[in-house]
C-alpha cells in the first residue's frame, strides 16, 4: 500500500475522525457520524482510496537509497 496522505492531513483526518466517533458514541450526532472511524483509519495508515483514485497525493514521494554496488 502506498502512503499517499502526509502531515497536516493526516492529523486532521485522526482529530476530525476520533471526534466524529465520540460524538457518535455519546449520542450527540446520529449513526452517520460513525464514519469518522473511516476517516480516523485514513489517517492512521496515510492512506485514502479516494486519493488513488484521483492520482493525487498530500505526502511527499519516497526516494529508495541506492543499491549498494561494492559488496564483497
Do not use: E, H
Not at 1 to 7: A, I, R, W
Not at 22 to 41: D, Q, S, Y
Request: aromatic share 6%; proline share 4%; glycine share 12%.
Amino acid at each position: 500500500m502506498v502512503k499517499n496522505v502526509g502531515g497536516i492531513d493526516r492529523i486532521l483526518r485522526i482529530v476530525l475522525g476520533l471526534s466524529l466517533a465520540m460524538l457518535a458514541a455519546t449520542g450527540v450526532l446520529g449513526p452517520w457520524a460513525w464514519l469518522g472511524l473511516l476517516v480516523m483509519a485514513t489517517g492512521v495508515f496515510s492512506f485514502c482510496g479516494l486519493y488513488l483514485l484521483l492520482g493525487m497525493r498530500t505526502c511527499p514521494l519516497q526516494t529508495s537509497a541506492p543499491a549498494d554496488t561494492n559488496s564483497k
